[in-house]
């Protein structure tokens, strides 16, 4: 079945650090990938998104590249902020749905 | 544009009862999702509405309910409430036809503890 791994948390970066957080994803077809951001006590942001394969999303400063033949989705940024603390979700949509197959998040905290 | 609204924010109630949650989408939007976050399990799809009908359903068990109005508006069930039911419910908007990436926005969530 269709499936997102996200590289285990926390994270933690000191302001301006370079960001990695891995995603990689296991689906048929051609899925359609997001990465959803969620600050403490608030829902789900949409970060940014790839529809096809080679894609690249941006967002904030946050990018991700659709890479089809290493299935997977990784979120970069190039000097991370305080305020990017929060936990990020790597997701994907597979099929003429809705229905969203979420990683377990990654949360990120950022030191001045 | 006004984004997703849910009510109430924070709900607590005791082994055994009901409870309903709501939701309104995004102006225009026509699909409302339903999620279900926890420690635990992360986050897991509970099901999806457009058209009052609902078109995909996670593994939940039948006491998870929900219904879709013809304003979009949308709300959820609970019956027989466990304590394992404790979690952050999330409702999400989206768009549908031809066109649409399928990109949900989501509400603040509805936070339900079960003591």
């Known amino acids: 079945g269709n499936s997102v791994t996200q590289m285990e948390g926390p994270v933690t970066l000191s302001e301006e650090a370079f960001l990695t957080i891995n995603c990689t994803y296991t689906?048929?077809?051609?899925?359609?990938l997001f990465w959803y951001v969620q600050y403490p006590g608030e829902g789900l942001q949409l970060l940014l998104k790839a529809t096809k394969a080679d894609d690249k999303g941006s967002n904030k400063g946050f990018e991700a590249t659709y890479r089809k033949e290493t299935t997977s989705f990784h979120l970069e940024k190039g000097s991370v902020q305080v305020s990017d603390s929060a936990v990020y979700f790597c997701?994907?949509?597979?099929?003429?749905?809705?229905?969203?197959?979420w990683g377990l998040g990654t949360s990120l905290a950022v030191n001045p | 544009k006004a984004g997703v609204t849910q009510t109430p924010r924070y709900l607590i109630k005791t082994r055994g009862q009901q409870v309903t949650l709501s939701c309104s989408p995004i102006?225009?939007?026509?699909?409302v999702s339903w999620y279900q976050q926890t420690p635990g399990q992360g986050l897991q799809f509970l099901f999806e509405?457009?058209?009052?009908?609902?078109?995909n359903k996670g593994n939940f068990p039948g006491r998870f309910s929900g219904r879709q109005f013809s304003n979009s508006r949308s709300e959820m069930n609970v019956s027989t409430l466990e304590l394992g039911d404790s979690a952050l419910y999330l409702c999400a908007s989206s768009t549908i036809g031809q066109g649409s990436t399928y990109e949900q926005y989501f509400g603040p969530g509805t936070r339900l503890t079960v003591t």
């Open positions: 689906a048929t077809g051609y899925p359609s």
């Open positions: 102006s225009g939007h026509r699909s």
């Open positions: 509405y457009f058209s009052e009908t609902q078109r």
């Open positions: 997701a994907l949509n597979a099929g003429n749905n809705r229905k969203l197959i």
